[in-house]
């Protein structure tokens, strides 16, 4: 590309984003205040009368479905809530039940079994019968019982004749029950325990003031914001990834109320419910009761939450509109600017790319959706420990920039992997290849797409296959067309749409904050919300010890494995060139950071302050985008939804144009026979098609699934499929004695046995890529050793400048 043609698409790209700016302006001279209705709707419903004589006395659920226990017999509503039908029992007569509960799908109970000890059981429910499982027997016997599952966990507080206690056994295992953590209180038969988000809940009994405890592994028993009022009975559940639910009577009558793990606010939801509750118990997104129905008789009743839409306005459609026009308008034009004849034009846009330009895209194809949704989300949750990665990895980029990038720039490459040929075997080559095209379609391609789309479908309307379907198909038209310059320069403009709009979000949060900025840090401070560094010694927590064994790893010895980031810096004038790029990637990486986790602290600070603006229905990867349909103005919504987008489009373009580099150069033109220039472009052309395809089919397949974090499920997907190959580039770059059997050997070695970690649960999941990378060298150099050395020249392709 001649400089006056970089210029001008520098410019094509300004133009842009001038017009962004100024209908940014035009939008924000009339915000409205934040409002502070509840968002969330609630409707009310009778349930069918039970059979005439059935006389209930324990009101539960199984499998999302309620159950009457009485002393003759049980009944189950059906599927489709218009009748109760009877129950029978898979072994024995209708048991003596003291206590029960569950999460709604699983039941346990407590059953009296005569002259022996109580017994705990598992129900579930086998069409019209009821089967029995009983749980290994309790340490001792037991006068009332909580159940609750966290994890694949049992836990069981009651008491027998003494205190209260604690018991722990893990489900389908037949293990015995463990000790679990101390009451932090004198506790009573009206007690709850739940468990959510990670967590034990314990709601204390009383008539004027009933306690809230939550409990976690990593710091126990901690007091939290009491009930506003008297909580009834078995009527508390949790709902959602970070709710719990329950009926609350003061001296305004009987509300149900919400209260939010995370932010420990308590919620009002929009409804009155009547004197009369007796019992209650889940049900689908709320809860089903009994009243007095005035008659000495008893009413089923239900409450069931429902989540509104926030439609966009035209004004969102018309700055989406724009920018997606925008983004098919740079790639037409290199489409008809570029005769693309060779692959250099179309893999590594014929080397010609500035090193500022490099930089950016490097920015903006790192931070994806991921780091748009999912990372505001785990600040939200948790705190800035993950921005911790972003501080050292700059120190890792540094060594990068001086050492790896200007070592394999000089080999101009297409396929960073056609180092691993030239270094070892072709075989090696190819299966690191295949492992990358595996590792960026199934863990980051099909993840980011399915992210953004599935936060934009569950608050604006637009379903997710429609979501995925529009980025998709749209980051495949500008990217066959366009080739590498198209996905730099769009990459240029999406940096400066999303972190505007992200900026934007932050200090609008301020700004309507009643305290303003001091508000944000004061309470941002006093909840840890800022917390960084940890220096603990935990390997399943994130430390700032396992970010530093990562970025060693992951950065600094295996930089090259990602074609992605690579293709960026092959695509420089010079080795020089792509050294600077490397710097200016490095230079963005920590603002940009501070501006993610930074939504995410705002979001915090924001909702504490107004808990009944959430959605309990929504999951915690969807805070950010219910905010910005909920909050913001027309138009902005907009601005920052496409910036959304943006964050997606960066990525995938960079990902569909590097697997088709892959899958070109390293297959196709490997082992075609007939392959030439243009057939090699027109094959790239297709292959980026194919790709995206693929990419949408895995997304739409990730929607069938409740994840509760996409963060977290990318970081253990590129651990499990990235590491094996990543080591490769050590042993290549960093040893002289490393050879063709062994590095193979490292990384079959190295797969296995990440993968045997993984189904343990030994460590935190963002250890498993530095731990597979570490395994691939160290059993790859040991496997070396058996063989013999490499007789080739190794001159140019290790880091020793004597090296022959």
């Not at 009243?291 to 008789?297: L, M, S, T, V, W």
């Not at 966009?312 to 740079?330: Q, R």
């Amino acid at each position: 590309m001649s400089r006056t043609a970089v210029l001008s698409a520098a410019k094509e790209a300004s133009g842009f984003l001038r017009v962004l700016s100024c209908l940014l302006l035009l939008l924000c001279a009339g915000i409205p205040g934040l409002r502070a209705e509840s968002l969330t709707s609630v409707e009310r419903g009778a349930l069918p009368a039970l059979p005439a004589g059935a006389a209930m006395e324990r009101l539960q659920t199984i499998e999302d479905r309620p159950v009457a226990l009485g002393t003759s017999g049980a009944w189950v509503l059906s599927a489709d809530g218009r009748q109760w039908q009877a129950l029978s029992w898979s072994n024995g007569p209708t048991p003596r039940v003291l206590d029960a509960g569950g999460d709604g799908r699983q039941l346990f109970v407590l059953v009296s079994t005569g002259s022996e000890a109580a017994r705990i059981e598992q129900w579930r429910l086998n069409g019209n019968t009821i089967t029995r499982q009983p749980l290994p027997a309790l340490p001792e016997a037991l006068r009332w019982a909580r159940f609750a599952i966290l994890g694949d966990a049992l836990y069981v507080a009651g008491a027998g004749e003494g205190a209260p206690r604690l018991w722990r056994t893990v489900l389908n295992a037949s293990a015995a029950w463990t000790d679990g953590p101390a009451w932090p209180e004198a506790v009573a038969d009206g007690a709850e325990l739940l468990a959510q988000t990670n967590a034990l809940y314990l709601i204390g009994s009383g008539t004027t003031s009933q306690s809230v405890w939550r409990w976690t592994a990593d710091h126990g028993w901690e007091a939290k914001p009491p009930v506003p009022g008297m909580r009834l009975p078995g009527t508390a559940r949790a709902l959602g990834q970070a709710h719990l639910l329950m009926l609350v009577r003061d001296n305004r009558g009987t509300h149900l109320m919400t209260y939010h793990t995370i932010t420990s606010a308590w919620a009002t939801l929009p409804i009155e419910v009547g004197p009369g509750v007796r019992q209650a118990t889940a049900w689908r997104n709320g809860l089903v009761w009994t009243a007095d129905d005035g008659k000495g008789g008893q009413a089923l009743e239900s409450a069931q939450l429902a989540s509104g839409k926030h439609l966009l306005k035209w004004m969102d459609w018309l700055v989406i509109i724009v920018y997606l026009a925008s983004m098919i308008g740079i790639g037409m034009y290199f489409y008809l600017k570029e005769k693309r004849n060779s692959t250099s034009d179309f893999f590594v846009g014929g080397r010609s790319i500035p090193f500022w330009a490099a930089g950016v895209s490097l920015y903006a194809t790192n931070t994806s959706s991921i780091s748009f949704i999912a990372i505001p989300a785990k600040a939200f949750e948790t705190n800035w420990q993950y921005m911790t990665n972003n501080l050292i990895a700059v120190l890792g980029l540094m060594f990068v920039a001086v050492w790896i990038v200007p070592l394999l720039r000089r080999l101009d490459l297409m396929s960073v992997f056609s180092y691993l040929e030239t270094r070892f075997h072709p075989a090696i080559r190819m299966l690191a290849s295949a492992l990358c095209i595996a590792m960026q379609v199934g863990a980051r391609m099909s993840v980011i797409l399915f992210l953004p789309a599935l936060a934009i479908a569950t608050i604006t309307g637009i379903s997710v296959v429609w979501s995925v379907i529009l980025m998709g198909v749209f980051t495949i038209i500008y990217t066959a067309m366009g080739g590498m310059k198209a996905v730099i320069w769009t990459d240029f403009v999406q940096v400066f749409v999303k972190m505007g709009g992200a900026m934007f979000a932050i200090g609008f949060i301020i700004w309507h904050l009643q305290g303003g900025a001091s508000e944000f840090f004061t309470t941002a401070m006093a909840e840890q919300k800022m917390h960084t560094l940890d220096f603990s010694f935990d390997l399943t927590k994130a430390t700032v010890w396992g970010f530093v064994f990562l970025v060693i790893f992951d950065v600094v010895l295996t930089f090259p494995k990602d074609q992605v980031l690579m293709q960026r810096t092959l695509s420089t004038k010079s080795d020089k060139e792509a050294g600077r790029s490397i710097w200016a990637f490095a230079a963005i990486m920590i603002p940009g950071g501070f501006i993610f986790y930074g939504i995410g602290t705002a979001l915090f600070v924001y909702y504490k302050n107004n808990p009944e603006r959430l959605n309990p229905l929504l999951p915690i990867d969807a805070t950010f985008p219910l905010f910005i349909a909920a909050e913001l103005p027309p138009g902005v919504t907009g601005l920052i939804i496409a910036g959304i987008f943006a964050a997606a489009m960066a990525t995938l373009s960079s990902i569909m144009n590097s697997v088709a580099t892959l899958i070109s150069v390293d297959f196709y033109e490997k082992l075609s026979k007939k392959a030439d220039q243009k057939k090699s472009v027109l094959f790239a052309e297709v292959t980026t098609v194919m790709v995206g395809l693929v990419g949408i089919g895995l997304a739409l397949l990730l929607s069938r699934y409740d994840i509760h974090s996409l963060f977290d499920i990318s970081i253990e997907l590129a651990g499990l499929l990235g590491g094996g190959f990543a080591g490769a580039y050590t042993l290549g770059m960093f040893t002289r004695r490393a050879n063709s059997p062994g590095v193979a050997i490292g990384i079959g070695s190295s797969i296995v046995l990440t993968f045997l970690a993984w189904s343990m649960d030994l460590v935190h999941p963002y250890f498993y890529l530095a731990i597979s990378i570490l395994l691939c060298i160290v059993i790859g150099y040991l496997a070396s050793l058996l063989f013999p050395a490499p007789r080739r020249s190794l001159k140019g392709l290790t880091i020793y400048r004597d090296a022959e």
